[in-house]
Structure formats: structure tokens, C-alpha cells
């Protein structure tokens, strides 16, 4: 669980340490008011933060946040850290990206059909997952529709989400032949 006023204070020592960011500052008033809300209304629980001249950037990991918003902030003039429960810890670039790739869940450890389907409906409930960059989908959680949240997923360049798709798919797919040769 996310400690939301350690954070704070750690994150406001560490933006004073590099005296960074000189403009946009406001960024971090966004970023406190996220992490004060996920303290008690989120599901994402660990984030990168990346830490520029111009501003900030909080991406929250494992619920389908694209990657990109990690990828796009590439320069050795940035910081990256990784926040977890009380901890905020300076990460590399790589580290932070890799991290940003990661499945919100591993969907061929679930071996229950009526899990999967529970966890993809919270997952796909997400505003974070439902937005890209410029565009909103429109789309239901239900089975019928995560072959469209796929092809979404493609379009927008989440390579990491279409791929988790494509698993989630299978292994619906894996959990019919079970029940059916059961």
C-alpha cells in the first residue's frame, strides 16, 4: 500500500535536491494529488516518476498505462524513479521503461475462468487502459470485445497491452478446452 506522505515528502527532497522542475512546477501538485488519491482509491500501487527542467511525469505500472509515456521522455538531462509503497528510488532509464512494459497480470497463471474474467473487467474498467494519448475507446470489458480492445491496443502503439491481449485470448481460449475435455 502506498504511503502517501512519505512519498510526498521524498518526492518534493528529491525535486528540491535537483532543483528541478524549474518550469511547469504545477506538474508536481498534479503528481501529490495523484499519489494522495491512490493512497485510497487506486488499484496501481507503484509508479515511475520521471523528474525533468520542464515539468514531471507519474506513470502508474501494471494496470496498461502505454509505455510510451516512459519512451517518449528519453534524456540523460532526466531522473527516473520508481515509487513503491514508502520508497522512491532513482532508476535508469532502461530499468524505468522496463518496467513500464510489464503485464498488469500474468494471464496464463490464471487457471479459474470466472478470475480472468474478473480481473480483465477490472483491468479494461480502468481509465488509464482506455486512453491513449489522443484518443478514448469505447469499448465493454466483455469477452466479445477484447479482440477489439487488441486491435485498439495496436492502433495506438501499445505494443505491450495488445501482446497482453493476445495472452489473455489464449488462455480463455486454454480454459474452454479444459472445462470441454473435463
Known amino acids: 500500500m502506498l504511503n502517501a506522505t512519505e512519498i510526498i515528502k521524498k518526492m518534493t527532497e528529491i525535486s528540491n535536491s535537483f532543483d528541478m522542475p524549474k518550469a511547469y512546477k504545477e ?4 503528481d501529490f494529488s495523484l499519489i494522495k488519491q491512490a493512497e485510497t482509491q487506486s488499484n496501481s500501487t ?3 516518476w520521471i523528474l525533468r527542467e520542464n515539468g514531471t511525469c507519474l506513470i502508474p505500472l501494471y494496470c496498461g498505462a502505454n509505455p510510451v509515456h516512459v519512451s517518449a521522455w528519453e534524456s540523460s538531462d ?4 520508481h515509487i513503491a509503497g ?4 532513482q532508476i535508469n532509464f532502461k530499468f524505468a ?4 512494459n510489464e503485464f498488469p497480470f500474468n494471464p496464463t497463471k490464471v487457471t479459474s475462468m470466472s478470475q480472468l474474467m474478473a480481473d480483465m473487467d477490472r483491468l479494461l474498467s480502468g481509465s488509464i487502459v482506455q486512453s491513449s494519448a ?3 475507446v469505447h469499448l465493454t470489458t466483455s469477452l466479445s470485445s477484447w479482440s477489439d480492445w487488441q486491435k485498439w491496443f495496436a492502433s495506438t502503439k501499445n505494443t505491450m497491452m495488445a501482446e497482453f491481449m493476445i495472452k489473455a485470448i489464449k488462455q480463455h481460449k486454454l480454459l474452454i478446452d479444459i472445462k470441454l475435455a473435463a
Open 134 to 136: 489522443f484518443e478514448v
Open 46 to 48: 507503484e509508479y515511475v
Open 97 to 100: 521503461l522496463s518496467l513500464a
Open 78 to 81: 532526466y531522473h527516473y524513479f
Open 86 to 89: 514508502a520508497n522512491v528510488n
Open 27 to 30: 506538474d508536481l501538485n498534479i
